[in-house]
């Protein structure tokens, strides 16, 4: 459908390793589905990661941050290198980027397409989100170590919870419950994580009564990891911290088909700042290069990027030409074999289909 000219203000990172691959593939995905709207692409690259960080010491400076707010949305490859110290480039970076623009919703759909080969022998019906809390937990960085490299070494992380943070995620799963299955699980730890857990707990119940419609369980992680593999239908929205969330998608892509075909979005739903869209998987040192990442993780991150800028047609599309992908992707299974497509391949395969 054509619309009124429009330009969507674009920030671009691709990070490290597949992260440089797969985003040219979302980009060239982007096109397509805009072609022939009205809306246009007006697109900022950052060359933030671990060459930059070698190159100046720089993760994220002020100036980067100033000028990446000052655009609609941005895609993400992934960050982190082999080369660079562990936690630098996640945390400086990537981490700092979710809590300077409050994503404090990191909502990570879980999808298995019919046909396409998955661990699990009886899949199921897979088709759940996971509401992951975005800017607080484990990952606040709040902590430290003291007598360091010593026999006697103690090294702390404290996980917050806020009554603040932790009620404005819930009340988002519980609304995306009600627009879905009417089905919420939380995840957490709380016979074990007293203090954090039963804050989320209270929290689940309290929001709950706002929302009769939606039927409310609860899990605690380890069991959750469980019904993950044997029972994974029985999930809808699942509410969570930042470490289960994290963990238990990564788990949620291997089920569904692989890590490759995860998408996320690091949403902040107030609209205050710029939500960002990314792959949920990292930049894969293992395979970097050689131009054999999956990118579709990436391509339904620009579906996620799409919806959330205004553009739900063209986002539509694109899931649609995702389907269909995976529809070639099942019958050449049941043919015979997985297929064997390069990652340009694919994102040519998926841009193709909408141009067509
Ligand atoms: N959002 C981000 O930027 C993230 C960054 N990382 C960083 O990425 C680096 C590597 O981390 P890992 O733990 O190895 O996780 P990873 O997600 O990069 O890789 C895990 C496994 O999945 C495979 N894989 C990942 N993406 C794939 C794709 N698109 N197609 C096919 N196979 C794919 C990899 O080859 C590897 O075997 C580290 O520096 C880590 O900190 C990890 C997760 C998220
Ligand atoms: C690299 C981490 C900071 C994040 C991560 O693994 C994720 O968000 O999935
Ligand atoms: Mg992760």
């Given at each position: ?135 607080e ?23 917050v919870n806020t009554a603040y943070g932790v009620e404005r995620v819930v ?24 203090h954090a857990?039963h804050l989320w707990?209270r929290t689940?119940?309290a929001v ?149």
């Amino acid at each position: 459908m054509t619309q009124a000219p429009h330009t969507i203000r674009l920030a671009v990172i691709p990070g490290d390793g597949i992260g440089k691959e797969v985003v040219p593939e979302g980009l060239k995905v982007l096109d397509a589905a805009l072609a022939g709207t009205g809306a246009s692409i007006e697109r900022t690259d950052f060359d933030l990661g671990a060459e930059r960080w070698h190159a100046t010491g720089d993760t994220l400076t002020d100036e980067d941050l100033a000028a990446i707010k000052e655009h609609d949305a941005i895609l993400l490859g992934a960050v982190g290198d082999p080369s660079v110290p562990s936690g630098v480039l996640e945390r400086g970076l990537l981490l700092r980027l979710r809590f300077e623009l409050d994503h404090y919703v990191n909502l990570r759909p879980a999808k298995h397409y019919p046909g396409v080969p998955t661990p699990l022998t009886e899949p199921g019906d897979i088709d759940f989100v996971v509401v992951r809390e975005g800017t607080e937990g484990l990952y606040c960085g709040n902590g430290g170590a003291v007598r360091v490299g010593t026999p006697h070494e103690i090294a702390t992380e404290v996980s917050v919870n806020t009554a603040y943070g932790v009620e404005r995620v819930v009340r988002y799963a519980f609304e995306q419950a009600n627009a879905r299955r009417q089905r919420l699980t939380l995840v957490h730890k709380h016979n074990v994580l007293v203090h954090a857990g039963h804050l989320w707990r209270r929290t689940v119940e309290a929001v709950g009564a706002e929302y009769p419609g939606v039927s409310v369980d609860y899990c605690h992680v380890d069991a959750a990891t469980i019904y993950m593999v044997t029972d994974p239908a029985r999930f809808d929205v699942i509410v969570t911290d930042n470490l289960f969330g994290d963990i238990l998608t990564d788990e949620a892509g291997a089920i569904t088909g692989g890590i490759g075909l995860a998408a996320s979005g690091n949403i902040n739903p107030d609209r205050a700042f710029p939500s960002m869209f990314e792959p949920v998987h990292g930049s894969a040192p293992d395979i970097a290069g050689q131009g054999i990442a999956d990118p579709t993780a990436t391509i339904l991150a620009v579906a996620l990027l799409l919806e959330h800028i205004g553009e739900p047609d063209a986002a539509a599309r694109v899931s649609a030409a995702v389907d269909a992908d995976m529809a070639t992707r099942a019958r050449a299974n049941q043919e015979g074999g997985p297929l064997t497509r390069s990652t340009s391949e694919i994102g040519d395969a998926i841009a193709q289909a909408l141009r067509a």
